[in-house]
């Protein structure tokens, strides 16, 4: 049998059921739609777990995630060029 410290580390409760952030308490992460396919994704995602588009990227200048398809960075202003 497992104690409250297993729960915690492994996420799960006696019926084996794993938790969600909700259920435990914890923050959820913000959600936002694909662009492509307009699965929900975590806002932090870099590529779509669905589609495989490219959700974010970083910026040559300030190394920050930028969204794909900006001209601009919103951090520091450097132009962002297509590769």
């Known amino acids: 049998m497992c104690g409250p410290a297993h ?3 492994h996420g799960h409760n006696h019926q084996g059921h794993v938790e969600t952030p ?3 308490g914890q923050p959820q992460q913000e ?3 694909c662009p492509r396919c307009g699965a929900q994704v975590q806002e932090d995602f870099v590529f ?3 589609c495989g588009a490219e959700l974010l990227t ?5 190394h920050r995630a930028v969204e794909t398809g900006w001209t601009h960075c919103a951090y520091c202003g450097a132009e962002l060029v297509d590769a």
């Open 7 to 9: 729960h915690l580390a």
């Open 22 to 24: 909700a259920a435990t």
């Open 58 to 62: 970083a910026c040559p200048e300030c």
């Open 48 to 50: 779509c777990p669905r």
């Open 31 to 33: 959600m936002r739609p």
